[in-house]
């Protein structure tokens, strides 16, 4: 039985939570894993037709586990790669996927929710391409994901500079679909993956192909993040990052 995914169906509608509350729902590799498989069994199983992502503790998704980034025993290329598969199972596969976003969702969380067909989120949820803050550039399909939705120039501020983006500002630029009361962000999402599933399940697939069909592909992104964020894997920035994490400070890049 999944350790740190729930999952639960109704109608339909297939809720996957991430279930890590004590760690904001940090992509582990364990939980990486656990929603890999999640997302590809729902997209294969034919008495699914829409998947929702949320988060379990009032939180979607905290980004990577920055505790076990320099864990020798868990490869990056390995953790790279079981979170690429995540990605493009979300992206690629033919069932719509709606993401809840509660709290909020930084780093590879907001590549999760991005990566997403619809987003619906709390109105106090924060959403923040926070990698630079531990010296990373990003990951989790967030260079195709990002520009798709918000446009090349906003992607690029975010990725850069790593503001937070409040659920309302969000919304107006296209990153958030859907802005709700707070806590209800989960009901909600999967009132809209309900009326999705009302819908032509080949016509929801043909749409989500035609996206990913459009400017440059999904596995050339990945791919091109992979090497950048292993090669960064492999520099001091990142000790440093983890490092000023740990000890609740600001981290002193010097590479």
Not at 57 to 63: D, E, H, L, R, T
Not at 169 to 177: K, M, N, Q, S
Request: proline share 4%; with cysteine; glycine share 10%.
């Amino acid at each position: 039985m999944p350790e740190f995914v729930q999952v639960t169906n109704l109608a339909g509608v297939r809720t996957l939570t991430l279930d890590d509350p004590r760690r904001r729902n940090a992509l582990s590799v364990e939980l990486r894993r656990e929603l890999r498989d999640a997302v590809v069994d729902a997209m294969a199983d034919d008495e699914v037709r829409v998947i929702v992502l949320a988060g379990a503790g009032g939180f979607f998704c905290s980004g990577g586990d920055i505790s076990a980034m320099l864990d020798d025993e868990q490869p990056t290329v390995h953790r790279l790669q079981v979170l690429a598969d995540l990605v493009e199972a979300i992206v690629a596969g033919p069932l719509p996927v709606v993401a809840a976003v509660e709290g909020g969702a930084y780093g590879a969380g907001l590549s999760l929710a991005a990566a997403c067909d619809h987003v619906v989120a709390a109105r106090d949820a924060r959403l923040c391409a926070s990698f630079g803050a531990v010296g990373l550039a990003g990951d989790g399909g967030i260079f195709w994901s990002l520009p798709q939705r918000v446009g090349s120039g906003r992607a690029r501020e975010m990725l850069l500079f790593g503001n937070v983006v409040g659920a309302e500002r969000a919304e107006d630029i296209g990153l958030v679909d859907h802005v709700v009361e707070p806590g209800s962000a989960l009901e909600i999402a999967q009132g809209r993956a309900a009326a999705l599933a009302a819908r032509s399940r080949p016509a929801l697939s043909a749409v989500k192909s035609a996206f990913v069909e459009t400017g440059e592909s999904l596995h050339g992104a990945l791919a091109r993040e992979s090497r950048g964020q292993r090669s960064l894997f492999d520099g001091p920035d990142l000790r440093e990052g983890v490092a000023a994490f740990q000890e609740k400070r600001t981290p002193t890049f010097r590479a």
